[in-house]
C-alpha cells in the first residue's frame, strides 16, 4: 500500500501583497528623497563654484587685458563678441568660455552648469557722458568703459566728471541686482542687493531647460535682463513669488578696481 502525503501548502493572498508592496514602496521613497536632496546640494555647490571660478578667470582677464570680455552671443562658439576692444554684441549673453579658457564647455563652446545648462554673463556697458571734450572729459565718448582697451586707465578711479551732462563720478558701473518682483516675507522689491555691478554671472538652474510658461517671472527677467538682475530665496513651483532657482553673483566695481591696481591697469 502506497502512503500519501497530503502537503498543504499556503501562499500570500493578493490583500498581502499589496500591503507589501506598499510598505516596499513607502521605504524606497524614504531612502530615495535624501538621495535626491543630496544629489540637488551637490549639483548647487557645484554650480556656485563654477560660478566664482567664471568671476576669478573674468578679473584675470581685467588684469591682463585693461578691460572686462563681451559676452558670448549664441553664434559665437563661447568667444566674446567681439573679441577685441570696445562696444560689445549683446549686453547679456554667455560666459566667453573659449576666451577665458574655461572648462567645462558644451558641444557650442559654453561653460557649463551642473544641470548641462549654459552660464549666462552680463557687463556693464556704461560710457563716460562727458567723454574726450578738451581740459573736461576723460576717455572716448561713445565707447563704453569697461569694455575698452585704456578707457579704465584714462579715466582713473578718481575722478569725477567736472562738467555737465550728470555730474556723476566718471567710473558709474550701472547693472544692478534686485530681490524679486513681488513682495514677499523674505523679499522686498525695492531691496537692492547691488547698484553699481560691472557684471553678472548667473546659473539658470535645475529648470533652466524648461520654457518661459514653465519657470517663474524673477527667472524669465533674468534672461532677458540688461541691466536690473533678480536674486532671492529659492521657492518651488506654486508659491507666491513663482518658481525661482537661478544662481546669481556678481562683480563689485571696488573688487575689480583692487584687482587692476595690483595688476598696475588703474591708478
Known sequence: MTLKKQINQKGFTLVEMAIVLVIFGLVLSALLLPLRAQREQAAQAQTLNTLDNAKQALLGFAQANGRLPCPATAASQGIAAPNASGPCTVQQGFLPAATLGMQPVNSQGFAIDAWNNPIRYAVTLVDNPNGV????????????????????????????NPAPPLNVPALNPDLRVSCGQITTPECVPANLLINNAVAVVYSTGANGALADAEVGADEVANKIATTIFYSRTQTAGGSVAGEFDDLVTWISPYVLYNAMIQAGQLH
Open 133 to 160: 571734450v578738451p581740459n573736461i572729459g576723460y576717455g572716448v565718448i561713445n565707447i563704453p568703459d569697461f569694455t575698452s582697451t585704456l578707457e579704465l586707465q584714462d579715466i582713473g578711479i578718481s575722478r569725477t
